[in-house]
């Protein structure tokens, strides 16, 4: 009888609906200042050390200690990530159009000058920082691809790793291909 008492408690404890969650689609990210961005209660949000939130982030891009951050009503938030300063207070910049934008991060000197990186979602994804999950997941594809990896490696020893031969090639292109995404990865910011 006390089985069943416990069977049924169990039932009814594991039925209500749990407040902390993540589901499988759910994500989050350490920036590089040491604040997170993350998506865990239903839209992206910034979550900084100071205690500061910005909700409904669209998209942004990190430079020279600076998130730069557009929301879902088209303000543009610039935080300082060493100091938690959220330049424009809580109101953010309203941007009526693209000039007023570009004007504004050019004043501050928060221009990329090459290459501006945005970000939607998630950036740590890539093949190398999630690498146990690919063998987990994509053991039937994650296997046979190291296999191929490892016996072009052993052929382009066997040319002597030399770079007038097909293997080393072909070998130096995928290592090269591998260590930009890895780079990618662990320096997200914008040049």
């Given at each position: 009888?006390?089985r069943?008492?416990?069977v049924i ?5 594991s ?5 902390a969650?993540v589901g499988?689609?759910d994500?989050?990210?350490?920036t590089p200042?040491g604040?997170?961005?993350s998506?865990?209660?239903g839209?992206i949000a910034l979550?900084l ?5 910005i909700?409904?982030?669209n998209?942004?891009?990190?430079y ?6 557009v929301n879902?009503?088209n303000?543009?938030f610039?935080?300082?990530e ?13 941007l009526s ?10 004043q501050?000197h ?13 950036w740590?994804t890539?093949l190398?920082?999630n ?8 053991f ?6 190291l296999i191929?990896y490892?016996?072009l490696?052993?052929?382009a020893i066997r040319?002597?790793?030399s770079i007038?031969k097909?293997?080393p090639r072909v070998?130096y292109?995928?290592?090269g291909?591998v260590?930009?995404n890895?780079?990618?990865?662990v320096?997200?910011?914008s040049?």
């Amino acid at each position: 009888m006390v089985r069943y008492v416990l069977v049924i408690i169990a039932l009814l404890v594991s039925s209500f609906p749990l407040f902390a969650h993540v589901g499988l689609a759910d994500w989050g990210c350490t920036t590089p200042g040491g604040n997170e961005i993350s998506n865990y209660r239903g839209g992206i949000a910034l979550y900084l050390k100071t205690g500061w939130t910005i909700e409904g982030l669209n998209k942004w891009y990190f430079y020279k200690s600076h998130i730069i951050c557009v929301n879902n009503e088209n303000k543009l938030f610039i935080v300082d990530e060493r100091t938690g300063v959220v330049d424009s207070s809580d109101a953010g910049y309203i941007l009526s159009n693209r000039n007023s934008s570009v004007e504004l991060l050019k004043q501050k000197h928060l221009e990329p000058k090459i290459w501006t990186r945005w970000y939607d979602s998630d950036w740590e994804t890539s093949l190398v920082s999630n690498f146990p999950l690919f063998l987990i997941f994509g053991f039937y594809i994650a296997i046979p691809l190291l296999i191929l990896y490892f016996w072009l490696w052993y052929k382009a020893i066997r040319q002597k790793l030399s770079i007038n031969k097909a293997y080393p090639r072909v070998v130096y292109i995928i290592t090269g291909l591998v260590l930009i995404n890895y780079l990618f990865d662990v320096f997200p910011q914008s040049i």
